[in-house]
């Protein structure tokens, strides 16, 4: 059974930074986790945020948070992480760790399946 347990959410002022981390644990398979990141403020849908692209190894960004964000992934340990920095009271929300051994090179790594999901780490933004 895989777990994904997320860490490090927390309440920042405005311009603040904080760091999320998401470690994976009872994955065993041959093949490299696609893990990232979501988030979903009250009333609003979930949104993809942070990845790195499978076919390619380059982050995929939401355009939000673009020049904002990091992503960062060891696969061998079956971690991202997602550096977050100039936040804005906007950014405030649920943030998700999503993963899954199925590259799905052509989809979007935002609006694929994910087969694994964390608990979620509640980011707070004070203006």
């Known amino acids: 059974q895989v777990q994904l347990v997320e860490s490090g959410g927390g309440s920042v002022q405005a311009v603040g930074s904080l760091m999320l981390s998401c470690a994976a644990s009872g994955y065993h398979g041959e093949s490299s986790l696609i893990m990232a990141w979501f988030r979903q403020a009250p009333g609003k849908q979930r949104e993809g945020v942070a990845t790195?692209?499978?076919?390619?190894?380059?982050?995929v960004y939401a355009d939000s948070v673009k020049g904002r964000f990091t992503a960062s992934q060891d696969y061998a340990k079956h971690t991202v992480s997602l550096q977050m920095n100039n936040l804005t009271p906007d950014d405030a929300a649920v943030y998700y760790c999503?993963?899954?051994?199925?590259?799905?090179?052509?989809?979007?790594?935002?609006?694929?399946?994910?087969?694994?999901w964390g608990q979620g780490t509640q980011v707070t933004v004070s203006s």
């Open positions: 790195i692209r499978p076919a390619d190894g380059r982050p």
């Open positions: 999503a993963a899954d051994p199925r590259p799905m090179y052509g989809s979007h790594p935002f609006s694929r399946e994910y087969s694994y």
